[in-house]
């Protein structure tokens, strides 16, 4: 008796398609060369969405930015400690909040998420904090200066926000 678990195998029947997908992608793999800092000296805090592609919104690619994300783009205190690293030893200088238009965090308060959820499927998440949103631009700029007033953060780098609309791909600059 080996003592695993079967639970504990590889749920391989339920990521055949990603398996698929990264032996076609490993056949060109041309990403050996990259180094961990970030080539542009950029960090970009997004939202999970998959309708957003960090990179190609502005206008970057494998190795020039580190992607930081979460629901609602939110600077939680992963994000703060994630970002102090990505400062000190990884070369970011600047770094760019990027929420997005028609987000599901910016859509109802958090009381009513963690309603749906119970209704839904049984789960009580009060224990959660979702960090939603109804004023997203308000949201933006509590984040990016928490960012900048953060003590730990190198001293030097620019930070900003802008809200990325989904629909037509530009970014809306915020002051903050």
């Keep these: 008796m080996s003592g695993k678990d079967p639970r504990d195998a590889?749920?391989?029947?339920?990521?055949?398609?990603v398996v698929s997908a990264n032996?076609?992608?490993a056949t060109d793999f041309k990403g050996?060369?990259?180094?961990?800092?970030?080539?542009?000296?950029?960090?970009?805090?997004t939202c999970m969405d998959s309708r957003i592609s960090p990179l190609?919104?502005?206008?970057?690619?494998?190795?020039?930015?580190?992607?930081?994300?979460?629901?609602g783009a939110r600077v939680t205190e992963d994000v703060l400690r994630t970002l102090v690293l990505a400062t000190y030893l990884l070369g970011v200088s600047?770094?760019?909040v990027m929420p997005h238009t028609d987000c599901r965090m910016a859509q109802s308060e958090e009381a009513e998420i963690h309603a749906i959820i119970e209704k839904q499927f049984g789960v009580d998440t009060r224990?959660?904090?979702?960090?939603?949103?109804?004023?997203?631009?308000k949201a933006l700029e509590t984040d990016v200066n928490r960012i900048r007033?953060?003590?730990?953060?190198?001293?030097?780098?620019s930070v900003g926000g802008a809200i990325y609309n989904v629909s037509?791909?530009?970014?809306e600059l915020v002051d903050c």
Excluded at 56 to 71: C, E, F, P, T, Y
């Design 168 to 171: 037509t791909g530009t970014l």
């Design 127 to 137: 224990g959660l904090e979702f960090r939603t949103v109804l004023d997203q631009r």
């Design 56 to 71: 190609a919104v502005v206008g970057m690619q494998s190795g020039d930015a580190k992607i930081l994300r979460n629901a």
């Design 149 to 157: 007033s953060y003590p730990l953060l190198r001293k030097g780098v």
């Design 32 to 45: 050996s060369a990259l180094t961990g800092s970030a080539a542009k000296g950029l960090a970009i805090v």
């Design 94 to 96: 600047r770094i760019l």
């Design 23 to 25: 032996r076609e992608f």
């Design 10 to 17: 590889f749920p391989l029947h339920s990521f055949q398609d």
